[in-house]
């Protein structure tokens, strides 16, 4: 099996567990080691590896991410390099893939954002300042993208994409799943009709959500809970309240029993 050097930004153990777990699990896969700053879940053949305090205090977190990563890919020699996200820690681990000699492999978790208009509608704060969509950028960035070894994606959109745009490097999609057994026998009386999980920020559109409650809750009596929390929870309650669904729509806040609260909903 291969050795595989990752790293990547994320907000929560379900996030990252879904996709690591999957990877460890595989025949092909000897170990992965995840560079990160955030906390790592118990998974077999998964180690992390945090960047050291002072460099942190120093750099400050993604820099010190990043160069702890480089630094680890230089020592170990790991068969696979590779990132979670284009911008920037997908840009890096292409860069050490090089270097070493090892495949590179790039997480395209957001989807089209990460590349479309020179990703001017993701998350990426240096990006995003563009504030105007950007051709040039963009066709930057899926330049960087056709060197990859492998692109893997959660969808087939971005697949789509990718290959509309001439990306031509191997392209798997492989999405999020579900263990139905842990919804066997538990709140069979279901408490809400609806449910989202997510963070309560712009991309996830977690407007539409809330107006598709109004459009049912015209028909019929709808329930609905939003998990997650965020910058735009004010707003989005606001938004609920002058649609007149406050009172069907319960905003759970951060949850760390993710499926609990969707085994409570229909």
Request: proline fraction near 6%; hydrophobic fraction near 45%.
């Amino acid at each position: 099996g291969r050795r595989i050097l990752l790293t990547g930004t994320y907000n929560s153990d379900h996030w990252i567990r879904a996709h690591l777990a999957p990877l460890a699990a595989s025949a092909g896969c000897a170990s992965v080691t995840m560079v990160t700053t955030s906390p790592l879940p118990a998974l077999a053949k998964v180690r992390a590896v945090a960047p050291p305090r002072w460099l942190v205090a120093t750099a400050g977190a993604v820099p010190a991410r990043l160069l702890t990563f480089v630094i680890v890919g230089l020592r170990s020699r790991p068969d696979v390099a590779g990132g979670f996200h284009l911008l920037i820690n997908g840009l890096v681990a292409g860069l050490l893939a090089r270097t070493i000699g090892a495949e590179s492999w790039y997480f395209s978790v957001g989807g089209p954002t990460e590349l479309a208009d020179g990703g001017v509608w993701g998350e990426n704060p240096y990006f995003a300042r563009l504030r105007a969509p950007d051709p040039v950028v963009e066709n930057l960035l899926l330049d960087a993208v056709r060197h990859f070894d492998l692109v893997i994606t959660m969808g087939t959109s971005a697949a789509r994409y990718l290959r509309e745009r001439g990306v031509t490097c191997p392209i798997e999609v492989v999405p999020g799943g579900i263990d139905r057994s842990v919804f066997s026998g538990r709140h069979r009386t279901s408490e809400f009709d609806l449910i989202l999980v997510a963070r309560l920020v712009p991309i996830k559109q977690i407007d539409l959500f809330i107006r598709v409650v109004a459009l049912l809750q015209a028909h019929r009596q709808v329930t609905a809970a939003i998990v997650g929390d965020g910058p735009l929870r004010a707003a989005l309650e606001q938004q609920a309240a002058g649609l007149g669904v406050s009172r069907a729509i319960t905003f759970a806040g951060r949850q760390s029993d993710v499926p609990g609260w969707l085994a409570r909903s229909r």
